[in-house]
């Protein structure tokens, strides 16, 4: 099941609540889930940098690094692979301001991107 991002987010039950990154109502909140997030970066090898930084906050949240890659026509749209315990771990790392935060000083430039999977 592929979960689109979008800016509204409706929780498990239905009732609105504050953006952040995932919503759909047919997801198990409590099953691994993988993610695929891309976004465009002023630019990569600097980005790399405050990516690989912040590493300690990705292990402390419980998501485990699958891959990155870039797209052959433009180094600095970057693709990158997790796992993550749950849709609900994943939705507090990506709310978090002090995520946000290192995103936006690390030179993310685009709105990011997230498909949520789970295991079919």
């Known amino acids: 099941m592929k ?3 979008k800016t509204k987010n409706i929780d ?21 889930v993988t993610v695929i997030g891309q976004h465009e970066v002023k630019d990569f ?17 419980g998501l485990k ?3 990155l890659y870039k797209n052959v026509k433009n180094p600095n ?6 796992e993550a315990p749950s849709v609900e771990t994943f939705n507090s790392y990506t709310s978090n301001p002090a995520t946000q935060e290192a995103m936006k000083e690390a030179g993310v430039i685009s709105v990011p991107n997230f498909s ?4 079919a």
Request: proline share 4%; hydrophobic share 30%.
């Open 65 to 67: 690094f699958k891959g």
């Open 45 to 61: 090898d600097e980005w790399k940098k405050g990516f690989d930084v912040d590493q300690p906050n990705r292990d402390k949240a």
């Open 3 to 5: 979960t689109i991002i």
């Open 77 to 82: 749209d970057v693709t990158f692979i997790f």
């Open 116 to 119: 949520v999977l789970e295991e």
């Open 12 to 32: 498990k039950n239905g009732a609105s609540r504050k953006p952040d990154r995932v919503s759909n109502n047919n997801l198990n909140y409590n099953t691994m």
